[in-house]
């Protein structure tokens, strides 16, 4: 089974702090991608990216940026943490082929900024 | 836990019966569709896809029905279980896309 992982499930960190979040999939997959999920609002794509040191902007990338030099490992960066970042923070990963898309997400990350 | 979807619509079942969970897509191009499910406090779980050259498509309990004409995919659970209850989203995208566009999803409570 293809693995997501998120490395932390809950944080809790300080307005104006540098954030990371780390994901790691472990079945080569060319495609991941980082998204929030709030109550009332669903998920939300910040940031994909299709192959290493590739990114592309998704629906709401404003405040945050990313990073992947290596192939199964995807960050989400908040360069100055706020309030209005506090949320449920999904990772996943996919491939495609003929017949399979493959997206597969992981456990979350749940971050307060106080 | 830390609520989902606050404004979900919902659905209550007794356990025992069948479920169903509708989901309207929006773009007529998509032609890939996909049902999660989330647990309170998880990520998104995979339960079963179609492709849109398909109506239909059964897995263990689950079956999914595609209905291209409408914009519409269901959700069947047989013999819905406590362990059914959770917040289940349909996801929708297009050969060479990429990105799914996911619905707001159906909070489904099963009583036992």
């Known amino acids: 089974d293809v693995k997501v992982t998120q490395s932390s499930r809950y944080l809790v960190k300080r307005t104006g702090e540098k954030v990371f979040l780390e994901c790691v999939q472990d079945?080569?997959?060319?495609?991941m991608f980082w998204y929030r999920q709030d109550p009332g609002l669903g998920l939300r794509l910040i940031y994909f990216?299709?192959?290493?040191?590739?990114?592309e902007k998704g629906d709401i990338p404003e405040g945050y940026s990313v990073s992947r030099e290596k192939k199964e490992r995807f960050s989400l960066i908040l360069e100055s943490a706020s309030t209005n970042q506090t949320s449920m923070y999904l990772c996943?990963?996919?491939?495609?082929?003929?017949?399979?898309?493959?997206?597969?997400f992981g456990s979350g990350t749940r971050l307060t900024v106080v | 836990g830390e609520s989902v979807g606050l404004h979900l619509p919902t659905l209550s079942v007794q356990e025992g019966d069948n479920s169903i969970i509708n989901c309207a897509y929006s773009?007529?191009?998509?032609?890939?569709f996909i049902w999660y499910k989330q647990e309170s406090g998880k990520g998104p779980q995979f339960i079963i896809d179609?492709?849109?050259?398909?109506d239909k498509r059964q897995g263990q309990r689950v079956t999914v029905l595609l209905n291209k004409t409408v914009k519409h995919l269901s959700l069947q659970i047989a013999a819905t279980q406590p362990g059914d209850s959770a917040v289940y989203f349909c996801?929708?995208?297009?050969?060479?896309?990429?990105?799914?566009?996911f619905g707001t999803g159906t909070r489904l409570l099963v009583s036992p």
């Open positions: 996943a990963s996919s491939f495609s082929s003929g017949t399979e898309t493959g997206y597969t």
């Open positions: 079945m080569d997959h060319e495609n």
């Open positions: 990216s299709y192959d290493v040191k590739m990114k």
């Open positions: 773009n007529s191009a998509s032609d890939y």
């Open positions: 179609i492709r849109s050259n398909m």
């Open positions: 996801a929708e995208t297009y050969t060479g896309f990429q990105k799914l566009v």
